[in-house]
């Protein structure tokens, strides 16, 4: 049996070289794998680096539009007070432009009024002027005040006469 004791080494032998030979394959494999893995890790890694950055800037981000909405919120509040000041006024101006539009007619009104008496006055002057032309021309035609006192002293003679009739 030492004969087969041998050819059982020598099998044995092989074997184990063979199988020591798949474990260094196994083992460069694993190896190989475990490289892939380190890098996809390192990538990972990497990638989870820059979500990191990126969260951090979408924070500040955030954080800044919080602030800016905060502001908005207060600039709205100040526009809607003053929209409602604004309200009032275009009401008082409605009122104001009611009061105006009555007033400009009322003012037409005694435009119109106004023309007329202008008219008449201009209807009075022109026989004011034709008086006066009169006038002029019949001062030339009047007596003298000697003439007007012997005219008065007949004038209550008459008087007299009458008053006593």
Do not use: C, P, W
């Not at 020591?20 to 989870?48: P, S, T």
């Not at 209807?123 to 008065?152: C, H, M, P, Q, Y």
């Amino acid at each position: 049996m030492t004969v087969e004791n041998n050819e059982i080494k020598t099998i044995l032998e092989e074997q184990r070289k063979e199988y020591q030979n798949y474990l260094g394959v196994l083992a460069e494999d694993f190896k190989g794998q475990v490289e892939l893995l380190g890098e996809g890790l390192a990538h990972n890694n990497e990638r989870l680096d820059e979500m990191s950055e990126l969260i951090g800037k979408t924070q500040e981000d955030i954080t800044e539009i919080k602030d800016t909405m905060a502001v908005m919120r207060v600039d709205v509040a100040v526009l809607k007070k003053d929209v409602t000041v604004l309200k009032a006024d275009v009401s008082t101006l409605k009122t104001d432009m009611r009061e105006v539009r009555e007033d400009v007619a009322v003012l037409k009104t005694d435009v119109s009024t106004l023309k007329t008496d202008g008219k008449a006055t201009k209807d009075d002057i022109a026989v004011i002027k034709t008086d006066i032309n009169f006038i002029k021309n019949d001062l030339t035609k009047k007596v003298s005040r000697e003439e007007f006192g012997a005219l008065e002293k007949r004038v209550i003679l008459l008087e007299n006469k009458f008053a006593r009739a």
